[in-house]
């Protein structure tokens, strides 16, 4: 199905759930297009000639292909809404290329590909000094890299030819890849902690019998710490070369201007001679299911099963993303109806991993420790199987079309969500086929859906927890791809008529198109601009309670808000997930995005979700299993475990203030003893519109909004005083603690000093350029020199620099992830960047890369509707404009470097510094000293 690759990768959103102690997500569906009657491929109007050995291919909503001679594919999306490009390349290789020896060798690569050639030699500092977003990512069938930043000729100029020299001009040096394996390998090992991610892993394995499918992309340990250097040099010549990509240029640039400038700089690459390796492997039917147990330390049980299913390209497909969606839906679906809404299970999911070859369909569920699972996988298996015979109705058909199509319409609302969303399809064979997915959407019919789910979800074709042999099993046949020739010979696209303006996002053209009033207890910024697709972004700023009034009531205000989508006194918690569909509402009743003509029964909706919930017994207690079984699975999880010591190490409030950090089995307690009607009452007594501020961006009429929020919330005032509740700076003493993680091949490292500070300080802006050199600037900061591109010891981490707003309650935060083993050294190379930078300072090379970075970063977030809107309520909460914004930025502009040097000396004292440090103590002592041993361990 192309669907799959483009709006239903995985079904009902992005899958996301708490698995023994650490967060695991399904891979995000890829954004998709809008739904708009097909019309027939035509060639974009040129005016200008093509530059030389330049051919035109086709175009579609604006989308136009070129080929240059030596097989590159080129695609241009000029759209001038935001003041943003993307350039994006995709590469026809991924993990099922690699061969014995080499699995993880793509990542790998594409890992590689950020240390730099002989022309660009630092490119993860060239990107930081533009603000660049960056990054790249490796799937089953294709790698792709990536840059968004502030649209200029000379940023752009900059991205292709450093995307054109890298090419086939990087070393893939030893050297760079004695440190980055480490690093890799460091990537694996956190994945590792995810019982997950751990699970789908094998279920991979167990699945397939030798399609390179059957491989996780990010491969075998002793693969990524062995392969050889002459290995990934021939990987990269075979397959990182012209005639084997795709380049797209999206967002505010000259077609014309930039065609030539990519004529010029990928032209001049040689075709290649050599021929790429055919791969002629087919997967044998599967003859009998399939069974494994993963064994490990956790909190949590997941049961889950998988089926074998055609390619992305084959007409089943799509008829599977419907049923993926009907069964693994929340709450519309009928497995959550069946397990969740009974007890017997917190969560259920369902999604496919897919793509050119055939696939995965995944069905599970996550139960709670202690609790039976056999019922739960009989009852799941049943649900699955028996499907096909129980053909959907034909309003779970429109719910799912529905959903599929309102995110496709968004997605082509952003060009630069598009162009990312296009190496799904590009890998499948053709960018086409992103539009082509989107019409297959209109045509699927139950009858479909149903004979397709009979064909895959049988007995013999599953994987699951059990191995039952069988004299006489059914087999699924699982057919080959159609070409994609044959897909596109009649495809018909249709124009696109989505237009939007030039919008500056310069504070002073901010502060000219605001208007700023009042509606009742409302503070309202009003921003119209013309969006494309007539998109509309709305944020609402509400205020509970005072310091004394919320003693006691910090859980009681946490649930009360998460019930409010649960259900209220007129819909159902699905009925109301409908409602929020019909109104193409994405979000939640205080933050969402809607569109012009829905804007003013989008208001009203969520003014009746904040007014008027139903507090439903049962969702309460759906609500408040899931609760604890988050709190039971995070207490092996080295983040939480790590986070919640730091808390509680610098906690200076009794239990029962809003600001006390709870211990773990605090949280489970007061979850336990949380009762419905004190939601009720919490909800009658502290919410309110009266003060709160709101702001609206994007295509609306203010004249309709006004009077509107004023009869929606003029009158809505709690009864509660609010006060801002604010916090104290202390001083608290430096420690050092290691937390035990057992079973866990990942750890997390963390330090904190506390900070006398405030946003209006004088150093403030010295101090944020500091932070941003030290450790909040990307790949390119020093600690990330340090530790992951210069030690190998971390795939990630960064510091935060916290300043108080309302109170002078600051903090400066080092945070990373590593292997156990390593965090001693990880402990040691942060105390000596820190001291390094404190006794010599930093440079005014880098002062000028911080500036211009986060002036970059700066503007570009301004491009955002919904930055904007959380922009303008948090002004407002605090009495000020976007002039104060344009004020910071001179201030930050203006900082020398003797006073960037002394601030940062001034606040940043490295002996106040309090270290967590949270992993499994027998891998720690396994890569420590015998000095080291007995200290790394500790009681949690």
């Known amino acids: 199905?192309?669907?799959?690759?483009?709006?239903?990768?995985?079904?009902?959103?992005?899958?996301?759930?708490?698995?023994?102690?650490?967060?695991?997500?399904?891979?995000?569906?890829?954004?998709?297009?809008?739904?708009?009657?097909?019309?027939?491929?035509?060639?974009?109007?040129?005016?200008?000639?093509?530059?030389?050995?330049?051919?035109?291919?086709?175009?579609?909503?604006?989308?136009?292909?070129?080929?240059?001679?030596?097989?590159?594919?080129?695609?241009?999306?000029?759209?001038?809404?935001?003041?943003?490009?993307?350039?994006?390349?995709?590469?026809?290789?991924?993990?099922?290329?690699?061969?014995?020896?080499?699995?993880?060798?793509?990542?790998?690569?594409?890992?590689?590909?950020?240390?730099?050639?002989?022309?660009?030699?630092?490119?993860?500092?060239?990107?930081?000094?533009?603000?660049?977003?960056?990054?790249?990512?490796?799937?089953?069938?294709?790698?792709?890299?990536?840059?968004?930043?502030?649209?200029?000729?000379?940023?752009?100029?900059?991205?292709?030819?450093?995307?054109?020299?890298?090419?086939?001009?990087?070393?893939?040096?030893?050297?760079?890849?004695?440190?980055?394996?480490?690093?890799?390998?460091?990537?694996?090992?956190?994945?590792?902690?995810?019982?997950?991610?751990?699970?789908?892993?094998?279920?991979?394995?167990?699945?397939?019998?030798?399609?390179?499918?059957g491989r996780s992309t990010i491969g075998n340990r002793s693969d990524i710490e062995n392969v050889k250097i002459g290995n990934l040099q021939a990987f990269y010549r075979t397959y990182y070369q012209p005639d084997n990509a795709v380049l797209l240029v999206a967002g505010k640039f000259d077609p014309n201007s930039t065609l030539a400038t990519i004529s010029r700089l990928f032209g001049a690459i040689p075709k290649p001679k050599r021929t790429l390796p055919q791969f002629w492997t087919v997967e044998p039917t599967q003859d009998g299911e399939r069974s494994f147990a993963v064994r490990r330390q956790g909190d949590v049980q997941i049961v889950a099963v998988g089926y074998k299913i055609p390619s992305d390209l084959h007409d089943d497909a799509e008829a599977l993303g419907f049923a993926s969606e009907i069964l693994g839906d929340a709450p519309n679906g009928r497995l959550h109806k069946l397990l969740v809404e009974s007890g017997q299970a917190s969560q259920v999911f369902s999604f496919g991993q897919t793509g050119y070859a055939p696939g995965l369909q995944f069905f599970g569920a996550v139960v709670k420790k202690g609790e039976p699972i056999e019922p739960v996988r009989e009852a799941l298996t049943r649900a699955v199987e028996e499907f096909g015979a129980r053909p959907p109705t034909t309003e779970e058909m429109e719910r799912v079309r529905r959903s599929y199509m309102n995110t496709i319409e968004r997605s082509l609302n952003d060009p630069q969500a598009v162009g990312v969303a296009l190496s799904e399809s590009i890998a499948l064979g053709d960018w086409r086929l992103y539009f082509l997915g989107r019409e297959r959407l209109k045509e699927t019919k139950a009858e479909q859906v149903a004979a397709a789910s009979k064909r895959y979800f049988l007995r013999s074709n599953r994987t699951t927890g059990t191995f039952v042999p069988e004299e006489a099993p059914q087999r699924a046949l699982v057919p080959a791809a159609p070409s994609v020739e044959s897909l596109l010979k009649d495809f018909k696209p249709a124009a696109s008529t989505l237009v939007s303006e030039d919008f500056d996002p310069s504070q002073a053209n901010i502060m000219k198109r605001t208007t700023l009033t009042t509606a009742g207890g409302v503070k309202l910024a009003l921003l119209p601009k013309k969006n494309r697709g007539e998109t509309v972004t709305v944020d609402l700023r509400r205020h509970f309670g005072d310091e004394k009034n919320l003693f006691g009531k910090g859980t009681t205000a946490a649930l009360t808000s998460a019930m409010l989508m649960r259900g209220t006194t007129k819909y159902s918690r699905a009925e109301l997930a409908d409602a929020f569909d019909k109104l193409k509402m994405s979000g939640s009743p205080q933050h969402f995005q809607t569109t012009r003509e829905n804007l003013p029964e989008a208001l009203r909706l969520a003014a009746h979700v904040l007014k008027e919930p139903g507090f439903p017994a049962a969702e309460f207690e759906q609500l408040r299993q899931q609760m604890l079984v988050g709190l039971e699975a995070s207490r092996a999880e080295p983040q939480s475990a790590a986070s919640r010591a730091m808390a509680r190490h610098f906690e200076q409030y009794p239990r029962g203030d809003i600001r006390h950090a709870n211990t773990l089995e605090e949280d489970i307690e007061d979850v336990k003893a949380a009762r419905l009607e004190d939601l009720r009452a919490f909800h009658r007594d502290y919410h309110n519109s009266n003060p709160a501020e709101m702001a609206i961006v994007g295509d609306f009429d203010p004249d309709q909004v006004v009077p509107l929020v004023n009869q929606l919330f003029g009158d809505w005032k709690a009864p509660a005083n609010v006060a801002p509740v604010l916090s104290k700076h202390a001083e608290v003493p430096a420690a050092s603690r290691s937390i035990d993680t057992p079973d866990k091949e990942n750890g997390f490292y963390l330090a904190r000093m506390n900070l006398d500070l405030n946003i209006e300080d004088p150093d403030y802006p010295a101090l944020m350029l500091a932070n941003y050199i030290f450790g909040e600037g990307g790949l390119k900061s020093r600690l990330m020199d340090r530790i992951r591109q210069k030690d190998g010891l971390s795939y990630g981490g960064g510091s935060d620099l916290g300043a108080g707003d309302l109170d002078r309650a600051g903090s400066f935060m080092v945070s990373a992830i590593a292997a156990p083993q390593n965090l001693r050294r990880l402990d040691a190379a942060v105390r000596d960047e820190l001291a390094r930078a404190v006794k010599t300072g930093f440079t005014a090379d880098e002062l000028a890369g911080a500036k211009s970075g986060l002036m970059q970063q700066r503007l570009q977030n301004r491009t955002s509707d919904a930055v904007l809107a959380s922009g303008w309520t948090s002004f407002l909460y605090r009495g000020r404009t976007y002039e104060w914004s344009l004020a910071f930025e001179r201030k930050l502009m203006a900082v020398t470097l003797p006073q960037l040097n002394a601030a940062f000396r001034k606040a940043i004292d490295p002996a106040k510094l309090s270290v967590v440090m949270a992993g499994d103590q027998d891998k720690a002592g396994a890569g420590a000293g015998d000095a080291d041993r007995s200290a790394t361990k500790s009681a949690p």
């Open 1 to 213: 199905m192309l669907t799959r690759g483009v709006a239903a990768r995985v079904v009902a959103g992005t899958l996301s759930f708490v698995v023994a102690g650490a967060a695991w997500a399904a891979p995000s569906p890829a954004p998709s297009s809008k739904a708009a009657p097909t019309g027939a491929s035509e060639r974009a109007p040129r005016s200008a000639p093509l530059p030389k050995g330049v051919t035109l291919g086709p175009s579609v909503e604006g989308i136009t292909e070129y080929r240059l001679a030596n097989g590159l594919k080129v695609l241009l999306f000029p759209d001038a809404s935001r003041p943003t490009v993307t350039v994006n390349v995709t590469y026809l290789v991924g993990s099922r290329h690699e061969n014995y020896g080499e699995t993880g060798m793509a990542h790998l690569l594409e890992h590689l590909l950020f240390k730099g050639t002989k022309k660009n030699p630092d490119i993860t500092r060239q990107f930081s000094e533009r603000g660049m977003q960056f990054n790249g990512t490796t799937s089953l069938d294709r790698t792709n890299y990536y840059e968004v930043f502030q649209a200029s000729k000379e940023n752009l100029d900059w991205a292709l030819q450093m995307e054109a020299d890298r090419m086939v001009n990087s070393p893939v040096a030893q050297k760079d890849l004695a440190s980055e394996m480490t690093v890799v390998r460091n990537e694996f090992e956190s994945g590792e902690n995810s019982p997950g991610n751990v699970l789908f892993k094998r279920m991979q394995s167990v699945a397939y019998d030798w399609h390179s499918y």
